[in-house]
């Protein structure tokens, strides 16, 4: 429990009975690599800290999937519009490798809202941070060639970005996997 309270800890901070309650509430939980962690034809009811491994939220576009975000150790993951809403989404969570995970569901997390004010402090903070990433990940589909949206990508999951499948990887930045193989190799097109 210590990397997930550690990561409350960068936010906020936690007091004896905020701790007691967050270590009550979340389970731990392992996906096995290719596990289907989300349905988009379920409402999703947990959100999972990742303590190790990477977990790949997609959708499905013409038939095909389209990589949405990628998410690893010490980063949060779930189906905002499900989770939060309480209704479907098109949203597909899936294991890219085994992973371990905090995990706590709505009930539990609403719990935690209603008796710490601290933790709205939390949401508020630690979504601030979220909103920038979406904005730069628009910018980057928007403004930018192919080969600066890998050079985007590879900058900004720097850390997993060589585990994640070339596929995924192709899809999450609207390119073709031939496109993609000519920009890691610096072939003009």
Known sequence: ?????EHFSRYIKLSDELTVEITKRIQIRSFKKGELV???EKVYNHSYFIQQGILRTYFYKEGKEVSEYFCSNGE???SPRSFMQRRLD??????IEDTLVFGIDIGNLGYLFDHFPEMERYARLSMGSVFGQILERIESM???TAKEKYEHFCSFYKA????IPLGMVASYLGITQETLSRVRAGKSF
């Open 38 to 40: 989300h349905d988009a």
């Open 90 to 95: 098109h949203y597909y969570i899936d294991a």
């Open 160 to 163: 997993i970005y060589h585990r």
């Open 1 to 5: 429990m210590e990397q997930i309270l």
């Open 76 to 78: 949060w993951t779930n």
């Open 142 to 144: 928007r403004f930018t």
